[in-house]
């Protein structure tokens, strides 16, 4: 029981993690707004938060040597003062500092996390306590971005990095309470951690989630004003919307995580990228029409969580010496992956190109991410790839 405690405290971290990089989506217009700046500016904080995690992730090469507990609960405090700081900015250019600094220690939480949950849970029950963490996430796509949407909407832009604040400091002290000392990893030394890069696995598993993500990712950055703004939901609407994009990514992670625990891992999300180069093309014809409109919500949601999910828990497997610098990996992939792919759609409205662009941009994407992930597949298959 003890031990599902320390998988809660986890997953309320994550929790917090979850709404400050997807809660930005929904109230990306009142932001905008708040702050005084275009919606494709404003995008920028979408991609300045996937930067932290970029930056922050390599730093667990120099924390290794931390014993785990330790570690954790400096990540929490650290989500703690980065989404306090956003929440009493005063400019646009403190928020885009504050999101930064929010997202530093994003990946290396998701990576020393899987480490964690690996270490708490019985053998061969692995996945299962990574599902719990992730999870987090997940519940707060389902609760928590509506909720900060709603409160966007009611009180104003600052409130929902109140929320996360909040959030993670209930994730602080949980941690503090409930997380077990747990020693840190063998010293491989620096070098050693990053071995496990020497082989293809690794890199494809990465390419299968930067792609995977990315094909989603680049419709789901400008959600907000595509729905209110072609679609035809209202602002308060937002707030359902983002319920069911949420119930999507709580699907997707719990049905191809038991998937990906009796099948190959690389088959269940090679066929769900390759899924989202039919979903994503569906999304741009159709967005002048609600109820279509929130079943592919759904449905890229579904795909999104049901990619990223299995990679997280799989490239433990191949990161033998490094295994927390690959969990933080993923995670790096994730981010960047969303930092591009918000660029990118924010350039096709830029050029001039509908707000549903962006839907269309990320068929690529999802096509890359087959290829990489059957590759995966056709190479290392035979080791439970």
């Not at 320390?6 to 917090?16: D, R, S, Y």
């Not at 496990?196 to 990712?217: E, H």
């Not at 960047?336 to 660029?343: F, G, L, R």
Request: aromatic share 10%.
């Amino acid at each position: 029981m003890n031990h599902r405690k320390a998988l809660i405290a986890l997953a309320l971290g994550t929790f917090a993690l979850g709404v400050a990089e997807f809660g930005m989506m929904g109230v990306l217009g009142d932001v905008a707004r708040g702050v005084d700046v275009s919606i494709v500016k404003a995008g920028h904080l979408i991609s300045i938060y996937s930067a932290g995690v970029a930056c922050g992730s390599p730093a667990l090469v120099l924390l290794h040597r931390m014993p785990l507990r330790r570690l954790m609960i400096l990540l929490a405090a650290m989500i703690l003062l980065g989404n306090l700081l956003a929440a009493i900015s005063v400019d646009f250019t403190m928020l885009l500092c504050s999101r930064l600094i929010s997202g530093l220690p994003h990946g290396a939480y998701f990576g020393a996390g899987a480490i964690v949950c690996s270490r708490l849970a019985a053998k061969g029950h692995g996945a299962a306590a990574v599902a719990v963490m992730i999870g987090g996430m997940t519940i707060a796509n389902l609760a928590g971005v509506p909720l900060a949407t709603l409160a966007a909407n009611l009180a104003g832009w600052r409130y929902p990095f109140a929320i996360v604040a909040f959030m993670a400091a209930l994730a602080l002290a949980c941690l503090c309470r409930w997380l077990p000392s747990i020693e840190p990893l063998p010293d491989t030394g620096i070098k050693g951690q990053f071995a496990f890069l020497r082989s293809s696995a690794p890199w494809l598993i990465y390419g299968g989630v930067f792609f995977g993500q990315a094909s989603v990712y680049c419709w789901l950055s400008y959600i907000e004003p595509i729905m209110t703004r072609v679609t035809g939901f209202s602002g308060a609407a937002m707030t359902y919307v983002m319920v069911i994009v949420g119930l999507g990514m709580v699907a997707g992670n719990a049905v191809a995580g038991r998937l990906a625990d009796r099948h190959s891992v690389s088959v269940v999300c090679g066929l769900l990228a390759a899924a989202m180069a039919i979903v994503m093309p569906a999304i741009y014809l159709l967005d002048a029409f609600k109820i279509p409109s929130l079943l592919l919500a759904f449905m890229a949601s579904f795909g999104l969580f049901g990619i990223g999910g299995p990679l997280q828990y799989l490239i433990v497997r191949f990161a033998k010496g490094g295994e927390m610098l690959g969990g933080a990996g993923i995670q790096i992939a994730f981010n960047v992956s969303n930092a591009v792919s918000a660029w990118i759609g924010g350039v096709a409205i830029g050029a001039g190109w509908s707000l549903s662009s962006p839907a269309l941009v990320g068929v690529p994407f999802a096509l890359a991410g087959t290829t990489f992930l059957w590759l995966l597949h056709r190479r290392y298959g035979h080791e439970g790839a």
